[in-house]
């Protein structure tokens, strides 16, 4: 592209005229997003999620894609956003860091912030650089919370490194651990901490890794293995997918069930459980992700399927969802959909 020969106003009005352009195709893109998400597409495409789907199929780098679902996620619900963003008034990395804010507060408190008291966070936010956007947030915040998001970064085929952001309590938390395993592991990095500490969650909480009753009976160590209690045992909901008990999700897929008998919502035995965890590598058997793994019935309970074993699958919620979606249509799944 030659400019050389473009006056000063008229390349000055370009400019001006292309920014605005960009502006007005990030909010379309947003709204695109959030349709593929509302639909779960890229569970569709076999990918683990909408971050996944925008950073390998769409090309976006990850705090690109980080940003832009933020937004996305923000739009739906506040109307004057689009405004904000077509006017500049606020970038999309202020965004990424005011839902980051959003979430903490709403853990912190318990309760979901309403549209109204985002706007004015929103407002109080305009105009400004996202270093002034994260000294204000911060200065919101009812309790000190990270605002940047978690980064894993591959160093090497086999070296990852994790950055995030804690408190002084997981400090403190970090110190009592080490000390308590100070004679055993006497030089223990935070990666071998780490992952020590995901072995013992995985051996608690992987149904395909717990053991047999056989294996049970047979245990004579005092290991690890023998120190964790056993998972609560799983439920089917509505739509057939068996989930944690200690999950509070609503049913996938309830307005079908209405239909049906109420019988669904029942419990599979625990080596049914395993059986299906351990057949599809504690992984989903669609997209192959580890994220809120559920046990779904090829053919729904409601349609006459049963608990047999070959009727069973494992899924991750998103492709769960997008196999009720299949099945029953996007308006009876609406209200279930956390879109």
């Given at each position: 592209?030659?400019?050389?020969?473009?006056a000063?106003?008229?390349?000055?009005?370009?400019?001006?005229?292309?920014?605005?352009?960009?502006?007005?195709?990030?909010?379309?893109?947003?709204?695109?997003?959030r349709e593929?998400?509302?639909?779960?597409?890229?569970?569709?495409?076999?990918?683990?999620?909408?971050?996944?789907?925008?950073?390998?199929?769409?090309?976006?780098?990850?705090?690109?894609?980080?940003?832009?679902?933020?937004?996305?996620?923000?739009?739906?619900?506040?109307?004057?956003?689009?405004?904000?963003?077509?006017s500049?008034?606020?970038?999309?990395?202020?965004?990424?860091?005011?839902?980051?804010?959003?979430?903490?507060?709403?853990?912190?408190?318990?309760?979901?912030?309403?549209?109204?008291s985002?706007?004015?966070v929103?407002?109080s936010?305009?105009?400004?650089?996202?270093?002034?956007?994260?000294?204000?947030?911060?200065?919101?915040?009812?309790?000190?919370?990270?605002?940047?998001?978690?980064?894993?970064?591959?160093?090497?085929?086999?070296?990852?490194?994790?950055?995030?952001?804690?408190?002084?309590?997981?400090?403190?938390k970090?110190?009592?651990?080490?000390?308590?395993?100070?004679?055993s592991?006497?030089?223990?990095?935070?990666?071998?901490?780490?992952?020590?500490?995901?072995?013992?969650?995985?051996?608690?909480?992987?149904?395909?890794?717990?053991?047999?009753?056989?294996?049970?009976?047979n245990?004579?160590?005092?290991?690890?293995?023998?120190?964790?209690?056993?998972?609560?045992?799983?439920?089917?909901?509505?739509?057939?997918?068996?989930?944690?008990a200690?999950?509070?999700?609503?049913?996938m897929?309830?307005?079908?069930?209405?239909?049906?008998?109420?019988?669904?919502?029942?419990?599979?035995?625990?080596?049914?459980?395993?059986?299906?965890?351990?057949?599809?590598?504690?992984?989903?058997?669609?997209?192959?992700?580890?994220?809120g793994?559920?046990?779904?019935?090829?053919?729904?309970?409601?349609?006459?399927?049963?608990?047999?074993?070959?009727?069973?699958?494992?899924?991750?919620?998103?492709?769960?969802?997008?196999?009720?979606?299949?099945?029953?249509?996007?308006?009876?799944?609406?209200?279930?959909?956390?879109?």
């Open positions: 592209m030659n400019l050389f020969e473009l000063d106003e008229t390349l000055l009005q370009k400019t001006d005229e292309l920014v605005r352009e960009e502006r007005e195709l990030l909010t379309a893109i947003l709204h695109h997003l593929i998400n509302a639909r779960r597409l890229y569970s569709k495409l076999k990918y683990k999620s909408l971050f996944e789907y925008a950073v390998r199929r769409l090309g976006y780098s990850e705090d690109q894609a980080y940003r832009r679902i933020s937004a996305m996620k923000l739009l739906g619900e506040l109307p004057r956003l689009e405004e904000q963003l077509s500049g008034a606020l970038s999309l990395t202020t965004l990424g860091l005011a839902q980051t804010y959003f979430r903490n507060e709403e853990k912190s408190s318990g309760a979901r912030l309403t549209p109204e985002k706007t004015a929103l407002e936010l305009e105009h400004k650089s996202a270093r002034e956007a994260e000294q204000t947030l911060l200065s919101l915040a009812s309790t000190p919370s990270p605002l940047q998001p978690d980064q894993a970064r591959a160093v090497s085929a086999e070296l990852v490194e994790f950055r995030f952001t804690g408190t002084k309590t997981l400090e403190n970090i110190a009592t651990v080490r000390g308590l395993l100070a004679h592991h006497p030089q223990l990095s935070l990666g071998e901490l780490f992952e020590t500490l995901c072995d013992l969650m995985i051996a608690k909480r992987d149904p395909a890794a717990r053991p047999s009753r056989t294996q049970k009976q245990r004579t160590g005092n290991g690890v293995a023998d120190t964790i209690a056993a998972p609560k045992k799983s439920r089917v909901n509505k739509s057939g997918p068996a989930v944690p200690d999950r509070h999700s609503p049913p897929a309830e307005p079908l069930a209405k239909s049906a008998s109420r019988t669904s919502r029942r419990r599979l035995a625990a080596h049914v459980v395993r059986d299906v965890w351990a057949r599809a590598k504690s992984r989903c058997t669609n997209c192959g992700s580890r994220h793994l559920e046990i779904d019935h090829v053919i729904p309970v409601a349609l006459g399927g049963s608990d047999d074993f070959n009727n069973l699958r494992l899924v991750c919620r998103s492709c769960n969802q997008r196999a009720a979606l299949e099945t029953l249509g996007r308006e009876r799944m609406e209200h279930f959909l956390n879109v």
